[in-house]
């Protein structure tokens, strides 16, 4: 389950927007499934119109109007609780027994009959563009009495709130949770602009299709809303500008034998690079930005390495490269060069073509690697996340040399990059093969320029098939099973797509390869609950418990108005009643 918490001042224009048709015309048939028994008694489930709308919210604020409370930031509480595609439709007694759990855990209602309850209400309006299930909770922080609700690290409450709903109600857990690793998100108008650039490829696609079939196909404009908006959604995720920028940041550290050669290789894939000084210093590198180059006209957007991905922070990548004063005055002298759009200061391997008996050595490293891998527990999450980011790293490295549009390896280095990204930092990367990797990536980022042929590539590529069964295997076996599905779908569909691509070459001498993938687990869904996620459960068991026992009335508890605030000087007969 997946919670969106966001503050405002406007219960009437959330409310509004909730009842109303939504931003694409998604909302449907827009009613309430739980709330006050003053609102559930007006209202019922019956469909709501901009009227109902306008009496709820007047509902809603009438504590904070009569009292003439102010509160920080909004009194507008508005929290989304939303379901994979994949998880199906709920009922709405489902839901209303969700929200009301969900409220409870987080405090707004009489919290343990400590507290005067907060006015809600939580609506449903169909499924969203995307077909999540989901249910929207509006919430007056300011209490019958007057006093305000607590939004003390209210985004972390949600989240326990959220993890304890999914151990209740046996829905879908989040896996990045338990496995310590979470991806970065976007901002709608971020999502918009990749929805918007993701319908034009994903048109591109579909008439250069067209154009080879040949025969009667019909117009992208007259495919029918739900395929042509299937086909968008496929090209979401490839062609957002931020993952196309971290495959680029990811192949070149992938490829890179220290600091000053990554900014040389980030600079030569084409992207803008600037470092980020420590204060008062002019050669003390702290962290790093990129941007893609912009067309004539715009702005370039910068993009932090930490917003791209929690492997691809600096002090993450320079774990995996040697740490010497000579090194780091190297890799000063080289920011500094990118930060002011100079010319490299010495330019090194990245400019030499490889040599191609290296390609056999390191194919044989990885093979090698693999064998060593199998002396690694599967729950040793630090260790497969190096093994993941690595892999991925060259996978990023093969999209960015051979690819002019993001396709199957670019897919495949995403897959395996989600397995990289944990909170914590990894071990020491030389556990899990670092040498051999970084060869392995550096030949990759070199076969638009040369080579030993696809029987090469083939090769190497049997071996980053091999590294990638083995996070999916590792993945498997710590209970992640959308996360092994991903993984397997990356090396079974995409990376065989690849080998198919490299078999059917000309002059290819390339040996049969095979590659053993297992089929994708069910989900497990027994909990590893934590203190805080077992507290949300016992409040929600306690207020759950509490309703059963009393009847709430449908008519609403009166609110006296506010009344003027007086100062008095307390006599000296008050002390004891003080």
């Known amino acids: 389950m997946m919670p969106n918490v966001t503050r405002g001042d406007r219960m009437p224009g959330l409310v509004s927007y909730l009842v109303g048709g939504g931003r694409h015309n998604e909302h449907t048939e827009p009613h309430l499934v739980a709330g006050d028994h003053a609102l559930m008694a007006w209202y019922d489930d019956a469909e709501l119109s901009g009227d109902n709308a306008k009496a709820i919210a007047r509902h809603l604020d009438r504590p904070r109007t009569a009292m003439g409370v102010e509160v920080k930031g909004g009194h507008v509480w508005h929290a989304s609780l939303s379901l994979r595609a994949e998880e199906g439709i709920r009922t709405d007694q489902e839901w209303a027994a969700i929200a009301q759990d969900f409220v409870s855990a987080m405090g707004f209602d009489d919290n343990d009959g400590t507290k005067a309850p907060c006015r809600w209400v939580a609506i449903r309006h169909g499924l969203s563009q995307s077909g999540n299930d989901h249910v929207h909770i509006a919430v007056n922080l300011v209490r019958e009495d007057g006093t305000k609700a607590s939004t003390h690290l209210d985004y972390q409450r949600a989240q326990n709130a959220a993890r304890a709903l999914e151990v209740k109600y046996g829905l879908e857990q989040l896996e990045s949770t338990k496995g310590e690793r979470a991806t970065r998100g976007y901002s709608p108008a971020e999502q918009s602009r990749v929805e918007e650039r993701s319908a034009l490829m994903a048109q591109r696609k579909y008439e250069a299709h067209a154009a080879r079939v040949g025969g009667e196909q019909a117009e992208w404009h007259r495919l029918d809303p739900k395929e042509r908006q299937a086909r968008i959604t496929a090209e979401v995720r490839l062609n957002a500008p931020r993952n196309d920028l971290a495959r680029s940041v990811r192949g070149a550290a992938g490829a890179s034998e220290n600091e000053a050669e990554f900014v040389r290789r980030l600079r030569r894939s084409g992207v803008l690079v600037r470092p980020r000084f420590a204060e008062g210093t002019t050669d003390v590198i702290t962290g790093y930005s990129v941007a893609a180059r912009p067309t004539n006209g715009e702005r370039p957007i910068w993009y932090g390495g930490g ?210 993938t297992a089929t994708a687990p069910r989900v497990d869904r027994s909990a590893i609950v934590d203190a805080s996620v077992q507290e949300a459960l016992d409040k929600m068991q306690r207020a759950e418990e509490q309703r059963n026992k009393t009847t709430g009335s449908p008519v609403p508890p009166q609110v006296d108005p506010a009344r003027p605030r007086t100062t008095t000087k307390p006599g000296a007969d008050r002390g004891p009643e003080r």
Do not use: C
């Not at 093969?398 to 549009?405: F, G, I, K, Q, R």
């Open 307 to 516: 917003q791209m991905g929690r492997d691809l922070t600096l002090p993450r990548l320079r774990e995996g490269w040697p740490d010497t004063p000579t090194g780091a005055s190297d890799a000063a002298a080289e920011w500094q060069a990118a930060g002011r759009g100079r010319r490299p200061v010495a330019p090194g391997r990245e400019m030499r073509e490889p040599d191609p008996e290296l390609w056999q050595r390191h194919t044989e490293e990885i093979g090698q690697l693999r064998e060593q891998l199998r002396a690694i527990p599967l729950d040793d999450r630090d260790a497969w996340s190096t093994v993941a980011r690595q892999t991925a790293a060259a996978f990023a490295a093969w999209s960015n040399a051979v690819e002019e549009t993001p396709g199957d390896l670019a897919e495949a280095s995403d897959a395996l990059a989600k397995s990289a990204q944990t909170y914590r930092r990894p071990v020491k990367p030389q556990r899990a093969g670092r040498v051999a990797m970084s060869g392995a990536t550096m030949l990759l980022a070199s076969v638009a320029r040369g080579g030993q042929g696809t029987a090469a590539q083939l090769a190497m590529l049997r071996q980053l098939m091999n590294l990638s069964q083995a996070v999916y295997d590792a993945a498997k076996a710590a209970g992640e099973a959308r996360q092994a599905a991903n993984v397997e779908a990356a090396v079974r569909e995409r990376v065989m797509n690849v080998r198919r691509q490299l078999e059917a070459m000309p002059a290819t001498a390339a040996a049969s390869t095979t590659t053993a």
